[in-house]
């Protein structure tokens, strides 16, 4: 299971192109997709993706483009794992972002893969067994 971050989502539906221009994340992406590998979308990334939106069309057009991905609502394990996760980064004198620690959380929960640009995860990883994807 590989579970799909923000930065990645956000870079891949920017970007059209052939997939020899394309970045390499979203190559990586576009690579998971076609071989059907098991792929999950937290809520809290859907909700990061539509917000900002300039009209509730682009809304709508993502909001397609992205029905094909499972959707994982944050259940009260989630979140008490998030707080975990906050704890120890904190203690470890690592500062890290509620909605990061919960796609952290979700990751961890779902002994998944996480698939991110977002470098912050790199430093949370070592402080809850985060699994990063190779990018």
Known sequence: MIVLDTSVLSVAFRRQGRAATEPKPVQVLRRLVVEN?????????????????????????????????????????????AAEISNACRRAGVTCATVDTLIAAIAVGADAFLLT?????AD???HCGLQLYPV
């Open 37 to 81: 590998r098991p792929l999950l979308l937290p809520g809290i990334v859907l909700q990061e993706l539509l917000s900002g939106l300039r009209s509730a069309g682009d809304s709508k057009k993502l909001r397609v483009l992205l029905e094909g991905f499972p959707l994982h609502l944050a259940t009260e394990a989630d979140h008490v794992r």
């Open 117 to 121: 640009t977002d470098r912050d995860f």
């Open 124 to 126: 949370i990883a070592p």
